[in-house]
């Protein structure tokens, strides 16, 4: 079984470095914050979703580290 640990988002660049965004519940929203750039959004829907394409587009970060 695959834990998913549904508070932070973490994929790896392809220098293995690690990024991770941090998911906070804020009353009905979600606040997602950046630990590698500061970059910071507010999501009511799949915040995951949002998290992933920020890892992606700014830090060129896909790699799941919980399915390697
Ligand atoms: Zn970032």
Same mark, same amino acid.
């Given at each position: 079984?695959?834990?998913? @640990? /549904? /508070? #932070?988002? /973490?994929?790896?660049?392809?220098?293995? *470095?690690?990024?991770?965004? *941090?998911?906070?519940? =804020?009353?009905?929203?979600?606040?997602? /914050?950046? @630990? =590698?750039?500061?970059? *910071? *959004?507010?999501?009511?829907? !799949?915040?995951?979703? #949002?998290?992933?394409?920020? !890892?992606?587009?700014?830090?060129?970060?896909?790699?799941?580290? =919980?399915?390697?």
């Amino acid at each position: 079984m695959t834990r998913i @640990d /549904s /508070s #932070k988002v /973490s994929r790896w660049d392809l220098h293995g *470095r690690e990024h991770v965004v *941090r998911v906070r519940r =804020t009353g009905a929203q979600r606040t997602l /914050s950046c @630990d =590698t750039c500061g970059w *910071r *959004r507010a999501a009511q829907f !799949l915040p995951w979703l #949002k998290a992933e394409e920020h !890892l992606a587009e700014a830090h060129q970060a896909t790699v799941d580290p =919980t399915v390697a």
